[in-house]
């Protein structure tokens, strides 16, 4: 291009970087009347079915709802789904530097690094008798500490095995599926079924590095003391064996290939039918999202029970937690919005299969006949008693976590037997716990 | 230009300092950028490494202990092995791939020519993100595009990315093919440029002096490629230790919650991811700090010598 | 050491037949480069090629097995759905004004200091060149928190500021543009200046007409590493609306599912820009590639 025109150009940026560089995204906010809110979605779309709906309708609608009873308070949403870069990170540069939102999505084993810390503020005085009455028990309980409610609970967490029902039934295998109500089975019936689903085009069975660890724990020793976090009791042999099963799974081709070692993309496998089942948190939402032809029958289990014979299903919660506001008033504010969307009232047209919180929110969906996910309410409820939070809830969850996954992966890629992988994770775990 | 070192009536510090008032006028800009967004966190980020880390920021001074730390961990260890391993054969084989296929492509057709340095480049020109995504796809150990290659040849099927021992190796290949600074795009024309300005007449007095092909190649083209190559690999190297974003989105986990990546078992964390974990997963900001400034230091130590023992040509 | 010829940028077309060994059309080691090349070169598009074919195929074809090495079904739905989305425009917008803005910017003031620490002498020019070459080598991962930090600080996360501005001048420029000045005769800058011409006078009339290669490279390079730039705008960016192209594709990588058609959509979306340019630039994309590395 000409010279001048170039040279013109340049000089023309300048001052218009200067301008436009002055437009900034939300940041920080001053503004009293403003609320800003991190968060992300379990589903697209208002009620989950809508076919081009978005991750954040959802949550733009309730927040609209409740602003329209709130007129003068803006409130902006931002999306935490697909920020690689971990949310405990972003929450802890937010605290540091002081701008950490008014509202936060945690769950069980993020909340307590940040209640710990004085982040936080305590919902107790915001929880009515009919809120604690409505609220699944479990989620209350994983939601404490020291003796205080620390976040509004929203969805209720489990990590169950996802099964695509039209390869059973080409293999002519259905009958071997876990049965109605709840769903339960055995490890070796959860083998035969693998086995028998398993064809040249079709893996039977594959898992994630998570969904490794979750299935051997369903052999009844679990990560920590029932209960008592401040030690990792995982090193037994029941928990051998039970990773010794699952890598046999992987030997044998009834796993899909990488299972346990994450670097595997399970879902648009299981999606295009290459997997008869894989451990997931919600992957039927996206079944229905398929084209017309493609979608398949499918249906939600929990993890097949060990030698212990219990089922174990990963429970957890997720929720918004407030943070500590500077007034009052404020708290107040926000706490309002937290309840509300949290409520029965925000949550009860979801017909995503989203696992609610709430008594009365599950009620609402299993009087709908045309909920698609009723049938796994039962299981749903069952569970929910029994679910233990896989992670831990204190402060130091997630660091432990990061040391085991690496481990675990060691005995999928053969590069450590299991006996030896539990141990140096124990060695690690507790040194980071304290434990002696 | 000279410099001149006298200080004596027109030659004064002061007065050649004025005199040169444009040149600082010129440089304002990129000495204010780099003392404000360089200087400014580096010396933070000694800070950093020589502080404990609490979630509200910095904590209080603690020494060398991070350092200590760090070095206790054996994961640290694994990651600098991977590192130096990952720098050795990404530099060694971009670099000599490039030599090869540049001695390869220079006699053939311009047209030719041509076609096959779009071919070489365009992949670093497109985003890191797509095509690391590309790369993990067709390195899917079951329906992935590799191995189904691998199973018409007869060979395999292989684990890549899911294989402990061949992790890092896919990574390794796919940076040398893709990468823009490091990979056999960018070398490949610098190679062949530089083949391009030898001087013709040299060729032609090894011809009439009766040299072969190869006798001209080792002769001429080999050392006068030399402080090419020298760019190349000092470049190369320090761009290999830093470099981070593509092993995160090969190596992370795209189900399932899994709070690591550069696995399997490690085996494909790099110093530079080591740091992202410290500082990002396990929220040990100081740690990372220190984690980081070893790396820096590494990355230092490895460029002087390189620089020193291979510094016959480059003229400053 | 070899100078670049800047007039007689392929010398050797002007040699008969063999001057540089150039092989006989229908020779074994001829055919044996074009073998050894061509299989390179398939290897080294595949990636993209792949990225073309699968941003045209439906959910069930990118799948299928053995995978489809040409659509059969070719459709345009995933390119359909990157724009239903309310914010492909604005992720489109924000790339390409922080890639402009950035690029304009390093043409201004990296070719003021390339010039400087190339034909300018003044105190201190020596050891400031090397500090600024050392920081090229400093890994990201040192001062990455501590200038988020910083950003926090002054208040940039999230802006345009924070993109634009430490980037004004990239060391790489200063560099590249310092290499390209060394090869300006200094007889035409003396004589400009006996002439009274002052230096900005100097620049702007002679070393900038002069420079063109130069400029098109700087200008090509930066607007390309800007436009895919990843890990800072990942990190300083938090809102959608802000986001760049390639952190708002990277986003379609969710924990359930990935939809594979519609990231290669993006891919190409971004990737298509590029190779415009690149196409259509190319000679000095590949004069520029070489700049950094003839002259050490």
Redesign the interface.
Request: charged content about 10%.
């Given at each position: 291009m000409r010279r001048r025109t170039l040279r013109l150009l340049i000089a023309g940026l300048i001052p218009a970087t200067i301008a436009l560089g002055a437009v900034t995204g939300p940041v920080a906010a001053q503004d009293p009347q403003t609320i800003r809110m991190w968060t992300w979605s379990q589903w697209n779309g208002v009620t989950g079915l809508e076919p081009d709906g978005q991750p954040l309708d959802w949550w733009r609608a309730a927040v609209d709802a409740w602003a329209a009873e709130h007129p003068g308070v803006t409130v902006e949403i931002e999306d935490l789904n697909g920020q690689d870069l971990d949310i405990n990170a972003k929450y802890d540069t937010a605290v540091a530097a002081g701008n950490i939102a008014d509202l936060i999505w945690v769950d069980e084993s993020y909340f307590s690094k940040y209640a710990s810390a004085d982040v936080l503020a305590p919902i107790d005085a915001y929880l009515t008798e009919e809120d604690r009455a409505d609220f699944l028990a479990k989620n209350l309980e994983l939601s404490a500490a020291d003796g205080k409610q620390w976040f509004w609970p929203y969805i209720t967490q489990g990590n169950h095995l996802a099964i695509n029902v039209d390869l059973f039934r080409a293999a002519g295998a259905e009958d071997l599926l876990p049965k109605a109500p709840d769903y339960t089975w055995t490890w070796d019936e959860f083998v035969a079924a693998a086995k028998a689903v398993t064809s040249p085009e079709a893996f039977g069975v594959g898992f994630s590095t998570d969904g490794a660890y979750t299935m051997a724990e369903a052999w009844g020793d679990h990560l920590y003391a029932q209960g008592d976090e401040s030690k990792v009791t995982i090193n037994t042999q029941n928990t051998v064996d039970a990773f010794e099963a699952l890598i046999g799974l992987t030997k044998d081709g009834t796993a899909f290939p990488g299972s346990g070692t994450g670097a595997v993309d399970l879902a648009t496998n299981f999606l295009q039918g290459r997997i008869a089942m894989i451990n997931s948190w919600g992957i039927i939402n996206d079944i229905e999202k398929l084209p017309e032809g493609e979608r398949f029958d499918a249906m939600l289990v929990p993890f097949p029970s060990g030698p212990n014979g219990e089922p174990l299903v990963w429970g957890g919660v997720h929720g918004l937690a407030v943070t500590k506001q500077p007034s009052a008033e404020r708290e107040a504010l926000v706490m309002d919005l937290a309840h509300y969307l949290t409520s029965f009232e925000a949550l009860k047209d979801v017909r995503a299969w989203s696992k609610p919180a709430r008594h009365s929110i599950i009620a609402a969906q299993e009087a709908d006949e045309s909920y698609l996910f009723r049938d796994f309410l039962p299981m749903f409820e069952a569970y929910t008693n029994v679910a233990i939070p896989l992670m831990g809830q204190g402060p130091n969850a997630v660091p432990v976590l990061i040391k085991y996954e690496p481990l675990v992966e060691a005995m999928f890629t053969g590069d450590l037997p299991p006996a030896e992988a539990l141990a140096l994770f124990e060695a690690d775990a507790n040194m980071i716990l304290g434990a002696p | 230009?000279?410099?001149t070192n006298t200080a004596t009536g027109d030659r004064t510090?002061g007065r050649?300092?004025w005199r040169?008032r444009?040149?600082?006028?010129?440089?304002l800009?990129?000495?204010v950028?780099?003392l404000?967004?360089?200087l400014?966190?580096?010396i933070?980020?000694t800070g950093?490494s020589v502080s404990s880390w609490?979630?509200?920021?910095p904590g209080e001074f603690v020494g060398l202990e991070n350092y200590a730390a760090i070095f206790r961990d054996r994961i640290f260890w694994k990651a600098l092995m991977n590192t130096i391993a990952y720098a050795v054969i990404v530099v060694g084989g971009s670099v000599g791939?490039s030599l090869?296929?540049s001695a390869?492509?220079?006699?053939?057709a311009?047209r030719?020519k041509?076609?096959?340095?779009?071919?070489?480049?365009?992949?670093a020109?497109?985003?890191?993100?797509?095509?690391a995504?590309?790369?993990r796809?067709?390195y899917?150990?079951?329906?992935?595009?590799f191995n189904?290659l691998a199973a018409i040849i007869g060979i395999g099927?292989f684990?890549f990315?899911?294989?402990?021992s061949q992790?890092l190796a896919s990574i390794m290949l796919m940076q040398i093919?893709?990468n823009?600074t490091i990979g056999?795009?960018?070398s490949v024309?610098?190679v062949l440029?530089?083949m391009?300005?030898?001087?013709?007449h040299l060729?032609?007095a090894a011809?009439l002096d009766g040299a072969g092909?190869v006798a001209?190649?080792r002769r001429i083209t080999v050392p006068?490629l030399r402080?090419?190559v020298?760019?190349?690999v000092i470049?190369g190297t320090?761009e290999a230790?830093?470099e981070?974003?593509a092993i995160?989105?090969m190596?992370?986990?795209?189900?399932?919650?899994?709070?690591?990546?550069g696995?399997?078992?490690?085996?494909t964390t790099t110093l530079?991811y080591y740091?992202?974990?410290q500082?990002?997963?396990?929220?040990q900001?100081g740690v990372?700090?220190a984690?980081?400034?070893v790396?820096?230091a590494i990355?230092?130590v490895v460029?002087v010598i390189q620089f020193r023992r291979f510094n016959t040509?480059?003229?400053? | 050491m070899a100078t670049f010829d800047r007039t007689r940028p392929s010398a050797q077309a002007d040699l008969p037949g063999g001057g540089r060994g150039r092989l006989r059309p229908d020779s074994l080691p001829r055919i044996l480069a074009y073998v050894i090349v061509g299989s390179m070169a398939i290897a080294s598009l595949m990636p993209l090629y792949w990225m073309f074919t699968t941003s045209l195929k439906d959910q069930a074809a990118y799948m299928a097995q053995p995978p489809e090495m040409l659509p059969g079904d070719p459709t345009l739905a995933n390119f359909g759905q990157l724009f239903a989305n309310p914010n492909m425009l604005r992720w489109i917008f924000n790339s390409a004004f922080v890639a402009l803005s950035v690029t304009g910017l390093n043409l201004v003031f990296a070719t003021l200091a390339g010039y400087a620490f190339a034909k300018m002498s003044f105190p201190g020019r020596r050891w400031m060149f090397w500090i600024y070459l050392a920081t090229m080598m400093v890994p990201f991962q040192v001062t990455i928190f501590a200038l988020f930090q910083l950003m926090v600080t002054i208040g940039w996360v999230n802006t345009y500021w924070a993109l634009i501005i430490p980037a004004m001048a990239l060391p790489y420029n200063v560099f590249l543009m310092r290499q390209f000045m060394h090869t300006l005769p200094n007889e035409i800058l003396d004589a400009g200046r006996i002439d009274g011409c002052s230096e900005i006078q100097l620049v702007r009339r002679v070393v900038v007409p002069m420079s063109t290669n130069g400029l098109a490279v700087v200008g090509i390079f930066t607007f390309i590493t800007t436009w895919n730039n990843f890990l800072w705008p990942l990190v300083i960016l938090n809102t959608e609306e802000m986001r760049t192209l390639p952190i708002a594709l990277s986003t379609f990588q969710s924990t359930n599912e990935t939809d594979y058609g519609l990231l290669m959509a993006g891919g190409v979306l971004m990737a298509i820009p590029m190779f415009m340019i690149f196409f259509a630039f190319q000679r000095y994309f590949l004069q520029g590639v070489t700049f950094g590395g003839l002259k050490g």
């Open positions: - | 230009m000279t410099e510090l050649r300092i040169a444009w040149a600082y006028l010129f440089v800009v990129p000495a950028l780099f404000v967004f360089e400014y966190p580096f933070r980020a950093y609490t979630i509200r920021g791939l090869v296929l390869a492509m220079y006699p053939l311009t030719a041509s076609f096959f340095k779009m071919a070489f480049y365009l992949p020109v497109a985003s890191i993100v797509v095509v995504l590309v790369w796809w067709m899917q150990p079951a329906f992935g595009l189904h099927p684990g990315l899911t294989d402990t992790s093919f893709s823009p056999i795009g960018a024309i610098l440029a530089a391009n300005s030898i001087p013709t060729y032609e011809m092909t001209r190649f006068l402080p090419t020298v760019f190349l470049i320090v230790f830093r981070f974003t995160y989105l190596t992370s986990s795209s189900s399932g919650q899994a709070l690591s990546g696995g399997p078992f490690y085996s530079a740091t992202y974990v500082a990002f997963l396990a929220r900001v990372a700090s984690a980081a400034m790396l820096l990355v230092f460029a040509e480059i003229e400053y | -």
